[in-house]
């Protein structure tokens, strides 16, 4: 079982907070006695308190970052496969391998991946160059220079570039 990660960081930030305190506890022992222990204990384990609160909110706003990240290079993914299989479909390898009812699935499910909301916007204008390349285009040649372009988008959306 795998748990979420604001929990694993929770844990982490309270097994942390207890080996701190202790240490300072051991430190404060060593120099004061059962008084010095108490001391350290508590000054540790507040300053510890304080540094993990505002290290949670800078992990918490990463967190953040990362899935929202994620999810539009997931989705440039997800165009970029959907508009692929839409090409396929217009310029199949065997004459008549395609049907029309198919052909006109794969351009719906391609152009609504094109405008999902999460799509970095030079993913979603590469896209709609690349489809309008795809609809108007007399072969596959012509439209191979936009499907890469629409290709190199996504890889640099990805790269973070």
């Known amino acids: ?4 990660s604001a929990t694993r960081i929770y844990v982490m930030s309270m097994a942390l907070r207890m080996c701190l305190a202790g240490a300072g506890a051991c430190f404060g022992f060593v120099l004061g006695g059962w008084w010095g ?3 350290g204990a508590g000054a540790v384990g507040l300053g510890a308190e304080g540094a993990l609160i505002l ?9 953040r970052a990362a899935g929202s990240r994620g999810e539009a290079e997931g989705a440039a993914d997800a ?5 692929s299989l839409y ?8 004459p008549n391998g395609v049907s029309e009812e198919e052909q006109q699935a794969r351009r719906t499910v391609a152009y609504r991946l094109a405008a999902h909301e999460s799509l970095p916007r ?3 204008v590469s896209a709609a160059a690349a489809l309008e390349a795809i609809d ?24 973070g570039r």
């Open 1 to 4: 079982m795998t748990l979420p």
């Open 37 to 39: 222990a108490g001391v």
């Open 55 to 63: 290290y949670r909110r800078r992990a918490v706003a990463s967190l």
């Open 79 to 83: 165009v970029l496969v959907g508009i």
């Open 87 to 94: 090409k396929a479909a217009v310029f199949p390898l065997t």
């Open 122 to 124: 030079a993913v979603r």
């Open 136 to 159: 108007e285009g007399p072969d596959a040649a012509h439209v191979r220079p936009a499907v890469e372009a629409l290709t190199l988008t996504v890889y640099d959306c990805r790269a």
